[in-house]
Structure formats: structure tokens, C-alpha cells
Nanobody, 122 residues
């Protein structure tokens, strides 16, 4: 069993930055691809970013490309999402996920954290 706990969410003004973290425990972190997803009230869960295991290859949703950066620290069992130039439409609960493949579909991930709220004000 892998447990994921997100942190770093909060309230920020448009144009600001936040750094989200996801701490994993239970198994060797490096064997999993990691992803970030978000869900705003009344909307479906949306893919944000993913990073492959070992190689560090990343992929981003068009809506965040150039503004967000996903990274991982396998030695510390942690994945991060650095967010810059935040917009009000980025407001959502951001969740960390672990799975076998670095893909964009949430159903492909096995383990999920509880999420952390990100609110961007105008």
C-alpha cells in the first residue's frame, strides 16, 4: 500500500506562485510514475502533469505548460508541482497520484492523495 499526502496549497493572488508537494510512504517511490490532477467544483477531474519513473520525462496539460513544473525526488519519496503565473482558473483541489505509467487518464493511476486546495484570487 502506498500512501500519498499533499501539502503546499493555499490562497494566492493571480500572477503568484505556489509549490505543492506530495510525500509518499509504504513502498519504493521510484517504481511509480507520478501525476498531478485537479478538480474544481462542478467540474471533472483534470490532468495537470505527469512524470515518468526513473527517467524523469514529463508531460503537461496545455493549460499549464510553461507555467507549471513537475519534479520528483526519489531519494526523499517526494514529488513537487511548482506553479507560477497562477490564474483564477487554476483554482481547484490538486491531487497527487501514483501508477505504473505516466499517462493523462486518472483511471490509470492506482494510488491517490486526499488533495490540497489551491485558490487563486483576481
Amino acid at each position: 500500500q502506498v500512501q500519498l499526502v499533499e501539502s503546499g496549497g493555499g490562497l494566492v493572488q493571480a500572477g503568484g506562485s505556489l509549490r505543492l508537494s506530495c510525500a509518499a510512504s509504504g513502498r519504493t517511490f521510484g517504481v511509480y510514475a507520478m501525476g498531478w490532477f485537479r478538480q474544481a467544483p462542478g467540474k471533472e477531474r483534470e490532468f495537470v502533469a505527469t512524470i515518468n519513473r526513473s527517467t524523469g520525462i514529463t508531460y503537461y496539460a496545455d493549460s499549464v505548460k510553461g507555467r507549471f513544473t513537475i519534479s520528483r525526488d526519489n531519494a526523499n519519496n517526494t514529488v513537487h508541482l511548482q506553479m507560477h503565473s497562477l490564474k483564477p482558473e487554476d483554482t481547484a483541489v490538486y491531487s497527487c497520484a501514483a501508477g505504473k505509467w505516466a499517462v493523462t487518464t486518472p483511471e490509470s493511476y492506482t494510488y491517490w492523495g486526499q488533495g490540497t486546495q489551491v485558490t487563486v484570487s483576481s
